[in-house]
């Protein structure tokens, strides 16, 4: 599904309506800092349409997906974790965690992370 959810949290983030602190936007892409910190830095990539989770993502949207991932590394290195490591997430799905059905991408560092996750 792709667009804008009136019930969503990160649509309404990506809108302005929702107040986020926000470190990067473009035209495709909002990267903010996470409400619940995991890790010092801890912060939420999303593209601005709407998609529930990484199972929705078509061909069409692969510019997108590879535009988040180049944007987790510019962030990276805008916040200074970039030569230290760190790592990029997307939980997709009630098993692996995910809460928001928006997709989000995960970018945690400014601490040693353990693998594998839990
Ligand atoms: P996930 O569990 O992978 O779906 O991740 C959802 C993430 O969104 C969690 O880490 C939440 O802390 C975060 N989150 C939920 N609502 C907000 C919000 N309004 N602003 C920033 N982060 C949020
Ligand atoms: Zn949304």
Redesign the pocket.
């Known amino acids: 599904m792709s667009g804008y959810e009136l019930d969503c949290?990160?649509c309404h983030?990506a809108t302005g309506d929702?107040p986020?602190e926000i470190l990067y936007q473009d035209d495709q892409v909002i990267a903010?800092?996470?409400?619940?910190p995991?890790a010092p830095w801890?912060i939420?990539i999303i593209p601005r349409e709407h998609m529930d989770s990484l199972n929705d993502a078509a061909a069409q949207d692969e510019a997108v997906l590879g535009h988040m991932l180049r944007i987790a590394s510019k962030v990276a290195n805008q916040v200074g974790i970039a030569e230290e490591g760190y790592r990029v997430?997307i939980?997709t799905g009630p098993r692996a965690?995910?809460?928001?059905?928006h997709l989000?991408l995960?970018l945690l560092g400014g601490r040693p992370l353990r693998w594998p996750p839990g």
């Open positions: 949290v990160f983030i929702h986020a903010f800092k996470d409400i619940n995991q801890h939420l997430v939980n965690g995910q809460s928001v059905f989000h995960h």
